[in-house]
């Protein structure tokens, strides 16, 4: 069928080629849409392609070598809607070789690419529309999780130490509020705590309280900045209560989790309850000099890393201090955004990784990575709105996947004081992005078990 589509809609696309172009899209479509029978030039192209619409939600009518727009336009709609079908053309290529892996990211592009021209007010035919939501369901009638080898949430709750001698660079946020009331209800504190205080506001990015003194400019940042980052966290507990229980409950119970650890990080204490040195330092963003400063000055140790963005290169390359992060996916093979979701969906159950930062997205050696018991919230979603169970999934539960694992590798590695690593195999990566709202339902489908009446 999808040959028939790709007949009926080539002949009609018309684009004059682009002079000097790199990578001119129109043409390359074309060029691939004509063959019947691909090769390895039209798989590169596609994988280009489909990591092109699954960052930026749409494709330019070309590009430059090293992968980024060379045009602010936009492909035109013909080709557009052909790349469209040469998308869901391979994606059902890859579900016959039976890699769904791949296949998801096809679709997840050729959603994303819909809804870009729906944007742009370019109606598509019905009997397309109707073929694309066909595609989706033949993907998930056929897939089934693959099997993984799961560990017990609780392998090792205790570390043979008491002082963690690492520096946390803590981030507001429930991220790194878990962080910290697992690692206290481990009877550990760290030695000490480098608190990020955001000199803007989070939404509007204009700076804060700058005609305050500086004491009473860092305080007011700092209550702006807790604010901010707990509101859907505040909101969801008061109006989605029984998710919020339903949701603490199970993590609780599969994650081995103590409720008292739970409200540890929900009460936002004081980090002066957690390690006997903090500091508060306010900076612009992860790439403020003062944090360069700081860090500079900092004897050799092992950083925590809790979140506020991207860490810079410059950073990383710091040759006394190592940088600790908890990816939620199984690395190399769950990498990414939205790992969480994606790796419940994929695998059948949620997965994170202990790992030393590298340049590169969720590059380096990897410290402790584990699948963890499947979850199944028991609850009718139905009249819960996507983006509040999106929002519920980041305040609740993806905290608690990375923390679980965090426990796991600080117990295995008596406080990060006897690490041994296992470099990544590139041939096992697979990077996902953001998904599709398509894909997120499918995922809380999953996720979310209906209860019987």
Known sequence: MIES????????????????????????LIACAGRSDWSREEFELLEFL???????????????????????????????????????KDMIRLLHLQDPSSAIKRLNAALKLRDSLKTREIELDKDLLEFVDTCVTQFFEQHTSSPVNLVSASLSTHAAVTALPITVLFWEGPIARAYLAILKGMGLRPEKII???????????????????????????QSRQRNSIHHWSGVLQRTETPLFQGMRKEVENTFDISPKVIDDALALHDLNEYSSDVEQL??????????????????????????????????????????????PGFLPEVRGADCALWSQLMKGCTSATCFYMAP??????????????????????GAIGLKSLY??????????????????ATALTQGFTNVAVQPQIEEDSVTYHFMHERIQSAAFEALFQKTEQ
């Open 282 to 327: 306010l900076v612009n963003d992860l790439a403020d000099e003062r944090l360069q400063r700081r860090l500079e000055a900092l004897s050799a140790t092992q950083v925590l890393f809790t979140g506020g963005g991207i860490v810079p290169k410059q950073l990383l390359e710091l040759q006394h201090l190592r940088f600790i992060h908890v990816h």
């Open 391 to 408: 929002r519920a999934t980041y305040a609740f539960f993806d905290p608690w996947i990375r923390a679980s694992v965090l426990r796991q």
């Open 360 to 381: 590169g997205i969720d590059d380096g050696d990897v410290i402790h990575a584990a699948w963890l018991p499947p979850l199944g919230f028991r609850m009718d979603t």
């Open 5 to 28: 589509y790709i007949a009926r809609y080539l002949p009609g696309v018309n684009a004059a080629p682009l002079r000097d172009a790199h990578f001119d899209t129109a043409a390359r």
């Open 50 to 88: 489909c990591k092109r619409v699954e960052i930026s939600r749409c494709l330019y009518e070309s590009y430059l070598d090293n992968g980024r727009r060379a045009s602010t336009r936009l492909l035109a709609t013909q080709p557009s809607v052909l790349a469209l079908l040469v998308l869901l």
């Open 195 to 221: 608190q990020l205080v955001s000199a803007n506001d989070l939404a509007s990015k204009k700076p804060v309280g700058r005609f305050l003194p500086g004491a009473l400019r860092l305080a007011y940042a």
